[in-house]
């Protein structure tokens, strides 16, 4: 194993650029002008670690599917991405089973408490305090990602719970190599982990410091409570040692999450946004996500344009869709929430007419100030450290996962024992109607905390399909651009007629209503963003958007890329 590591480090930092092959390994590693995806035959993984990309591909080697190497690979990624990858927070995962020509949306976002309340993050004067809603005890919701992740190897897989989490367990005990990515994300977080002894006791060094690439980080305590999930299932988490400890810091430290919360916590099965465009089916996250009903109300408004006749990243092409964003984040602000809690018009906003209704308000030539631009009134018809990975395998079946604790290393506190990190989804509440939250998203009285609630989310797994079969499994993670990134994904393929790796490497833009700019990242042409600008758009370059993990699978070949925007990310097929 260590051998292996090694191998894998040495690899990472090497850079490799894309290499081809059918019928053996085939792999992606991030690099700059790679054009070629990764090409297979009988199944693919894409996720944004080599370590958890090899154990998911090994799982379908061995003739396990789909849900099962997604499985695997949520459990690896708590370990060798801890930054997003977890056991202590929640997400989101699309499912398509050929059998039944099946796909759905299996929930398990993070609850707030059960005694969670509406006003729990204004200080004395009335205002939000990002204090409490990011880096307290208070921000934590109730964890989602082992119920989910257990339902869905239950329901729908194939391998033993034991099978599924083994590669996990080796990995915590015997220590993984860092990287430069890794260790570049410790230096950032270590300010903040200083709050948390056992957090600092985890990933640093015995003086405070950090470790260096190379080194080896060992998780004995992660790897402990992995096994009491592996060997008791959902009450190894939700009930016994990891539970009294989680409820014991909270009671200890301010935070609200009991033994009831935990055991109350269930994920859900739900019916899939669903759109299409130019011929395709666009199958995407209902609420408590906002990613599937804006993406299919953007594409609904773009549809009628000839967005592939007037170019790729061209000044008309981008007007169009800042403009159609514009009017989706607008939309956004208002109308979102848990659709377990408030009547979120899922049909109205996804309609195309009212696209038809809303493009009216579209001028071709000019930008609309946002300051113009209101929430619309869908027709009554009747939705930045976070990763993506997507998998698909020779049975047909497809999935695409997206699960985060928030920021990266979510709150920063470890609980003590567990080695388990806890998320700080409870920003994403409305702190206070009309207040920004972290990633600049205007929140509104749908999304206000209420307890047991799931908080809205931009998380957008995405399956795209062609005639009833899986065409595209993609997704990212960016907070708020999360929508936009994989929105920009499925156009690239379908618009602009590109390869998977073409579209992953392409330039991406944002516009989210407030701020009024247009985001770009850098590499867009000047003489197109000075066309922007005398259009009426505030344009922004900055920096890179998203990190998309995508599988496409055309006639009997499966063909990956990895984004090349974040170091470690590995797509590998067979």
Known sequence: ?????????????????????????????????????????????????????????????????????????????????????????????????????????????????????????????????????????????????????????????????????????????????VDHDLRSSLVSAKKRMQASPASMKIFYKKDGSVYDVGDVLVQKDLAASLRMIARNGRDGFYKGPVADAIVALMKAKGGLITHEDLVAYEPAIRKPVHGTYRGHDIYSMPPPSSGGIHMVQILNLLEPYPIGYLGHNTADTIHLMAEAMRLAYADRSKHLGDSDFVKVPIQGLTSKAYADHLRGKIDRHRATPSRDVAPGKPFPYESNETTHYSVMDRFGNAVSNTYTLNFSYGNKITVPGTGILLNNEMDDFSAKPGVANAYGLIGGEFNAVEPEKRMLSSMSPTLVMKDGKPLLATGSPGGSRIITTTLQIIMNVIDHKMNIAEASNATRIHHQWFPDEIRVEKGLNGDTIRLLRNKGHKVEVKNAMGSTQSIMRIGDFFYGASDPRRSGALTLGY
């Open 1 to 177: 194993m260590k051998t292996i590591q090694k191998c894998i480090c040495l690899v990472v930092m090497l850079g490799l650029a894309a290499v081809q092959a059918w019928g053996q390994e085939t792999a992606i590693i991030s690099g700059k002008d790679v054009f070629h995806p990764v090409i297979a035959q009988n199944g693919m993984v894409a996720t944004q670690q080599n370590y958890a990309t090899r154990a998911g591909l090994e799982v379908l080697k061995e003739g396990g599917n789909a849900i099962d190497a997604a499985v695997t690979i949520g459990f690896v990624l708590a370990v060798t991405l801890p930054r997003a990858g977890n056991i202590g927070g929640g997400g989101f995962m699309m499912v398509h089973l050929a059998k039944g020509n099946q796909t759905f949306a299996v929930d398990y976002r993070e609850k707030a408490p059960k005694t969670g309340f509406r006003d729990m993050f204004l200080d004395e004067q009335g205002n939000a305090d990002p204090e409490k809603s990011r880096y307290s005890l208070l921000a934590v919701g109730v964890p989602g990602t082992v119920a989910g992740m257990l339902m869905a190897l239950e329901k729908y897989g194939t391998i033993s719970r034991e099978r599924a989490l083994r590669p996990a367990i080796e990995l915590a005990e015997q220590g993984i190599m």
